[in-house]
């Protein structure tokens, strides 16, 4: 939140705004264009479904419940950077269908780091520093595309700190 209101305060502009610009391949096929969700807040985080943090697909989707109709936007990111993903993108679908019944938007599994990172995650690291160091991390994105926060695998889908951003974020639009 404090990085969003210095942006707003002295005017920043540019590149940062780009987050909106990305597609990532839907799970279900087709693609996921976050130009969709261009003045929605919208956090981003790279999953896995046999992670020790997989439990959290539970919070992502609790909070995609209690603010989707306010405009929050929970985008699941399947990645085996970390060799801890199912081998395909119908075993993590039927996974998270069975085990979390999640109905949130989810990409095909994806790279998060590396050389072969996804363009969104290559762009967050050149324009935050941020890169992923585990499953469950996460990118919050403001209504404007601008990064507002990122958050480690340990800091829950609902812990407070995440909640206070979101409703702080859903107040502003």
């Known amino acids: 939140?404090?990085?969003?209101?210095?942006?707003?305060?002295?005017?920043?502009?540019?590149?940062a705004g780009l987050a909106l610009s990305f597609t990532f391949e839907n799970i279900d096929g087709g693609e996921i264009d976050l130009t969709e969700y261009r003045g929605q807040p919208v956090l981003?985080?790279?999953?896995?479904?046999?992670?020790?943090?997989?439990?959290?697909?539970e919070g992502l989707q609790q909070l995609y419940d209690t603010y989707?109709?306010?405009?929050?936007?929970?985008?699941?990111?399947p990645s085996d950077d970390f060799r801890q993903?199912?081998?395909?993108?119908?075993?993590v679908k039927e996974f998270c269908a069975l085990n979390y019944e999640l109905d949130l938007p989810m990409t095909g599994i994806t790279?998060?780091?590396?050389r072969d990172a996804h363009p969104f995650y290559a762009w967050v690291r050149k324009e935050e520093g941020f890169?992923?160091?585990?499953?469950?991390?996460?990118?919050?994105?403001?209504?404007?595309?601008?990064?507002?926060?990122?958050?480690?695998?340990?800091?829950?889908?609902?812990?407070?700190?995440?909640?206070?951003?979101?409703?702080?974020?859903?107040?502003?639009?």
């Open 1 to 15: 939140m404090f990085r969003t209101l210095i942006a707003a305060c002295i005017g920043l502009a540019g590149s």
């Open 44 to 57: 981003v985080v790279n999953t896995a479904s046999l992670c020790g943090f997989t439990q959290q697909y």
């Open 68 to 77: 989707r109709n306010a405009g929050l936007v929970v985008l699941a990111v």
């Open 85 to 91: 993903e199912l081998g395909t993108e119908s075993e």
């Open 111 to 114: 790279d998060v780091k590396g």
């Open 131 to 173: 890169i992923p160091g585990w499953n469950f991390n996460k990118i919050l994105l403001g209504p404007d595309g601008f990064v507002v926060e990122t958050y480690g695998s340990t800091t829950k889908p609902m812990s407070k700190r995440i909640r206070r951003e979101v409703e702080a974020l859903l107040d502003a639009g």
